[in-house]
């Protein structure tokens, strides 16, 4: 298995480009997340899902949209790029009901100018 | 919302030295998930607590979780310089493991 696997590992954008951030699990995990990662704020869920055709806000979800449409990818989606987006996003998966265990991927670092 | 603060915020131990790491909760919590991450990598999950007064270990790293709910601490016993990276750890105060993270704990361990 590769596990959860993300692209593209760098990017750098400019102030109102759009961008989509690629996600992918092969475990058939129903729960999908996506994080990012700023100094001193540690990480923070913007977009989550439970299954396909399923998903809801996290704490940070202004700016970013997500959809669902198969188990295996939960890409995030940048509108309009602004700085402050600048940042390490963490996409993860696990399966559903109480698990001890959330697979992280790699990351990817999103720098907007 | 649900708070979490680490301390310290960073470390510098000799290899081969003991170390804690803490972690405090605003809120009783549902499970306490400790992670580590390598410096420009993704998350490595390390245990995760349940129970008041829960305590596991894996190889040099025990976690404990006390009575309460509200504290976890992380111990590293002989450090090596494998142990280094950031520690973070994460709550659960919903029950659906919506985790929120604290800010981490970078520790590099010197020979």
């Known amino acids: 298995n590769a596990g959860v696997t993300q692209t593209p590992k760098f990017q750098v954008l400019k102030t109102g480009q759009s961008m989509t951030l690629q996600c992918a699990q092969d475990?058939?995990?129903?729960?999908m997340s996506w994080y990012r990662q700023d100094p001193g704020m540690g990480l923070r869920l913007i977009h989550y899902?439970?299954?396909?055709?399923?998903?809801d806000q996290g704490e940070v979800p202004n700016g970013y949209n997500v959809s669902r449409s198969t188990t295996e990818d939960f890409p995030l989606r940048l509108l309009s790029a602004a700085p402050s987006q600048t940042s390490v996003y963490f996409c993860?998966?696990?399966?559903?009901?109480?698990?001890?265990?959330?697979?992280f991927g790699p990351g990817t670092r999103l720098l907007v100018l | 919302s649900q708070e979490l603060e680490q301390s310290p915020q960073s470390l510098i131990v000799q290899e081969g030295k003991n170390l804690t790491i803490n972690c405090t909760s605003s809120?009783?919590?549902?499970?306490l998930y400790w992670y580590k991450q390598k410096y420009g990598e993704g998350l490595i999950f390390l245990m995760m607590?349940?129970?008041?007064?829960e305590e596991k270990s894996h190889e040099k790293i025990t976690a404990k979780l006390d009575e309460k709910k509200q504290q976890s601490s992380l111990h590293i016993t002989a450090s090596q310089p494998s142990h280094a990276g950031i520690y973070l750890c994460?709550?659960?105060?919903?029950?659906?493991?919506?985790?929120?993270f604290g800010t981490g704990t970078r520790l590099l361990v010197s020979p």
């Open positions: 993860a998966s696990r399966e559903t009901g109480f698990v001890e265990t959330q697979y």
């Open positions: 899902s439970v299954g396909a055709g399923i998903t």
């Open positions: 475990m058939n995990h129903e729960y």
């Open positions: 994460g709550a659960d105060n919903t029950g659906f493991q919506k985790l929120v």
């Open positions: 809120k009783t919590l549902y499970g």
């Open positions: 607590l349940q129970k008041g007064g």
